[in-house]
């Protein structure tokens, strides 16, 4: 299994910008897919963005056009770059890597506190 360790949380006021970071224990080249999820409060946690081995991406429809992720793998690194935060985007957020195609759990950091508020 591979370790994930998020960073890049905290607070934010309502229109800012935040990065958040996931560390990988090993290479994230090879993966299969690498996302980041989100979960507030009394909600179920939803997928906010997703990137694939190849490089396509997939965004929350909500999301698209504030939200990017990408990665840098020589630093077994995947990032999300938030923009124009809301405080409805208040949540913990996770990372998550799948190694296969046929791991369809995948590997969960311990998340990150995102609150946006004025």
């Known amino acids: 299994q591979v370790q994930l360790v998020e960073s890049g949380g905290g607070l934010v006021q309502p229109g800012g910008s935040l990065r958040l970071s996931c560390v990988a224990s090993r290479t994230i080249f090879s993966f299969y897919a690498m996302g980041w999820y989100r979960q507030a409060p009394g909600k179920q946690r939803e997928s906010v963005a997703r990137?694939?081995?190849?490089?396509?991406?997939n965004y929350a429809a909500a999301l698209e056009g504030r939200f990017t992720i990408s990665s840098d793998n020589a630093k077994n690194t995947v990032y999300l770059q938030m923009n124009s935060l809301k405080p409805e985007d208040t949540a913990v957020y996770y990372c998550n890597v799948r190694e296969t195609v046929l791991d369809v759990v995948g590997s969960w950091g311990q998340g990150t506190q995102v609150t946006v508020s004025s």
């Open positions: 990137m694939y081995r190849g490089g396509s991406t």
